[in-house]
C-alpha cells in the first residue's frame, strides 16, 4: 500500500521506511548539533574515541540507541561533501562530484596516490582549481563537474550535507523518498507497462468498490481457496464450481469453463480471445494494449460480478446463470455511469 497508485499501491506511507527516515532525522541533529546534550551524553556512552558512522551498537545498548543506529545506513547513504578547503575530502572513494547516480569519481585511479585529498587539486591559496591537473587525471566528464565546483577562498573546512535537498538539510519527506527508492531498487523497479495498467485501472469510470476489488485480483490478495490453503485456513484448493483446477484469481475470473461462458457472451468485449492459464496480470496487461477504456470499464464491472457468483455458490450453494453475470455487470456499470452524470449536469446547472 506503500506504493504510488500508478505502481500498484495506495500511496499510503510505508510505516517502517517512515520511521527509519525520523530516525535518520534525529541522527542528523546528533551529528550536526555536537554540542547538545543529547549528542554528548550518546558520545560519551557509545562512540566515545570514533566518529559516529564508525560507532558500533555496543553492549546491551539502549533501545534509543539501537534505534538510532540501525538508521546511520540511510543518513549515510544520503550525505555528500560540499567542498571547502579540500583536506576533509578523499579524491577515490568519498561523495563529492555532482553526479545524481553516485557523487563519485568514475575515472580510475591516476597519476596519483589512492588516499590522495582534493586539497591536492586545488590551488594553495584556495578558491582556483588546478585545470590542468584535474585535465589530465580524470576523463571528460568527471574533469568538468570538478571545475563546476565552488571552492572557499577563505579556506573554510569541508562540509557534509544532504543530497536530496535544495539547502542542504536532511527533512523527513526526502530521507523517506530516499529509502522508499532504495527499497525499490531491491525489489526490482517496475516496467513501464505495469504503471500503463496500474493508471488504467485507476482511470476508469467504475464504483470505487470495483476498483478496490480489481486491485486485490490484481495483486492477487482474494482470499481464494489457493491463498487460504497457504495461510492454513483452508484444507482443499480446488475450485467448487468446476471441482477440477485450483481455485486461484485467475481461474476464477479468466480461464475456468465456468468464466469461459460469461466471457463467450455476445455483449463481451473479449468473446473470441484465448482462456489459456495466464497469469491474470498478464491478461490484464493484454486487455490494456487492446482494449478502450469503455471496454475495460465494462470487463472490470463484469470479473467483480463473476467473484460475487463465486461468492454465492459458496456461502449458499445458488448458480447464477452466465448470461445473468453479464447483464448485471453491464447493468451496474450503466447504472453507475447514468448517475454520475445526472450528478454532473445538475451541479453544472447550480453553477
Not at 96 to 104: A, D, E, K, Y
Not at 230 to 241: H, Q, W
Not at 243 to 248: D, L, T, W
Not at 325 to 338: C, D, I, P, W
Request: with cysteine.
Amino acid at each position: 500500500m506503500g506504493r504510488s497508485k500508478a505502481e500498484g499501491g495506495l500511496g499510503f506511507r510505508e510505516f517502517d521506511n517512515f520511521n527509519n527516515a525520523l530516525l535518520a532525522k534525529q541522527c542528523w541533529r546528533v551529528m550536526t548539533m555536537p554540542q547538545s546534550i543529547v549528542a554528548v551524553v550518546l558520545k560519551e556512552k557509545y562512540f566515545r574515541k570514533v566518529d559516529l558512522f564508525k560507532a558500533p551498537l555496543g553492549q546491551r545498548p539502549s533501545l534509543i540507541w539501537r534505534s538510532l543506529w540501525g538508521s546511520l545506513d540511510l543518513l549515510r547513504e544520503g550525505l555528500v561533501w560540499r567542498v571547502g578547503n579540500g583536506h576533509d575530502i578523499r579524491i577515490w572513494g568519498d561523495k563529492w562530484i555532482p553526479r545524481l547516480s553516485s557523487f563519485s569519481i568514475q575515472s580510475p585511479v591516476k597519476g596519483m596516490d589512492a588516499a590522495a585529498r582534493v586539497k591536492d587539486l586545488i590551488e594553495e591559496g584556495g578558491g582556483i582549481w588546478k585545470e590542468d591537473l584535474v585535465k589530465s587525471i580524470f576523463n571528460e566528464e568527471d574533469a568538468c563537474l570538478i571545475c563546476s565546483l565552488p571552492t572557499s577562498r577563505t579556506s573554510l573546512p569541508d562540509k557534509q550535507i544532504w543530497a536530496f535537498t535544495n539547502n542542504g538539510i536532511l527533512s523527513v519527506k526526502s530521507a523517506y523518498h530516499l529509502d522508499m527508492c532504495r527499497k525499490r531498487n531491491i525489489k526490482g523497479e517496475m516496467s513501464r507497462r505495469e504503471k500503463e495498467g496500474w493508471k488504467v485501472l485507476w482511470r476508469m469510470r467504475v464504483p470505487g468498490v470495483v476498483k478496490m476489488f480489481m486491485w486485490k485480483a490484481l495483486l492477487d490478495c482474494l482470499p481464494t481457496r489457493v491463498n487460504l490453503v497457504k495461510r492454513k485456513i483452508a484444507a482443499k484448493s480446488n475450485y467448487p464450481l468446476c471441482g477440477k483446477e485450483e481455485e486461484s484469481v485467475s481461474h476464477v475470473l479468466w480461464s475456468c469453463v465456468s468464466a469461459n461462458d460469461v466471457w463467450a457472451g455476445r455483449d463481451s468485449p473479449v468473446q473470441k480471445w484465448s482462456s489459456s492459464g495466464e497469469d491474470l496480470f498478464e491478461v490484464w496487461d493484454r486487455m490494456v494494449r487492446r482494449l478502450s477504456m469503455k471496454e475495460m470499464e465494462v470487463v472490470v464491472s463484469v470479473m467483480k460480478q463473476l467473484w460475487l457468483r463465486r461468492n454465492k455458490f459458496v456461502f449458499e450453494n445458488q448458480f447464477v446463470n452466465p448470461r445473468i453475470v453479464s447483464k448485471q455487470g453491464l447493468a451496474s456499470l450503466e447504472y453507475f455511469q447514468k448517475a454520475n452524470e445526472e450528478q454532473a449536469e445538475r451541479l453544472q446547472g447550480e453553477m
